[in-house]
């Protein structure tokens, strides 16, 4: 018998970039740019909130 293992939480990366804030998840389903960094964290909650097992990350420069 084999175990069904959950996957990995997907993380959206908040990382500056240039003057602005960009979004990343590490499954390739959401991406975006922003111009500050409290809207960029925004989105980003609001995208892990509706999608159960993500998660946040926050990367300073």
């Known amino acids: 018998m084999s175990l069904a ?3 990995p939480p997907a ?7 240039k003057g602005r804030w960009r979004l990343r998840s590490s499954d390739d389903l959401f991406s975006g740019i922003f111009l500050d ?6 989105h980003a909650e609001a995208e ?9 990350t926050v990367l300073e420069a």
């Not at 993380?11 to 970039?17: K, T």
């Open 5 to 7: 293992l959950d996957p």
């Open 11 to 17: 993380a959206i990366e908040v990382l500056p970039e």
């Open 37 to 42: 960094r409290r809207t960029a964290l925004r």
């Open 48 to 56: 892990a909130d509706s999608h159960p097992g993500h998660i946040v």
